[in-house]
């Protein structure tokens, strides 16, 4: 099956990537992590929230297939991690329901310049590769409490 935008999957580490960007990002993710977390590839989250279906809003629920999301040794889901190699007009909105029903921080690794509408604002937080690189395990772990 064809890759969407155009990338080319890659196949690492018994997972599989939708892109050569997502891989180095995963890397780079499974460094910085401590060693009681461990990360889940391709995790579906409910864009409403707690996975309960809002029949008012949406006849089903909408979920969004989050690239990376780090767990604690129990299970709980601690942060998510999305690598953006192509920002896309529905992005925006992902972000927003994010912001407004999900409980744990997402971090945007995006490959190329920072835009002026890529703003952090609540728990969504947007840096570029090469800052997400430059972090150390205690940088991240500063970085998801203080959002």
Do not use: C
């Not at 018994?14 to 993710?29: I, N, P, Q």
């Amino acid at each position: 099956m064809p890759n969407k935008y155009k990338a080319v999957r890659v196949s690492a580490y018994g997972k599989t990537f939708d892109s050569k960007h997502e891989l180095r990002v995963y890397e780079v993710l499974s460094y910085l992590i401590l060693k009681y977390q461990w990360i889940s590839v391709h995790t579906p989250v409910a864009l409403l929230g707690g996975g309960e279906q809002k029949t008012v809003l949406v006849a089903k629920k909408p979920f969004w297939k989050v690239d990376f999301v780090v767990h604690n040794s129990v299970g709980t889901a601690l942060f998510a991690v999305e690598a953006k190699g192509i920002f896309h007009e529905v992005d925006k909105y992902k972000f927003v329901l994010w912001n407004l029903f999900q409980s744990i921080p997402l971090i945007v690794v995006h490959s190329g310049a920072m835009t002026s509408t890529m703003r952090s604002s609540g728990n969504v937080h947007f840096m570029s590769y090469e800052s997400y690189r430059g972090l150390t395990p205690v940088a991240l772990q500063d970085l998801v409490l203080s959002l």
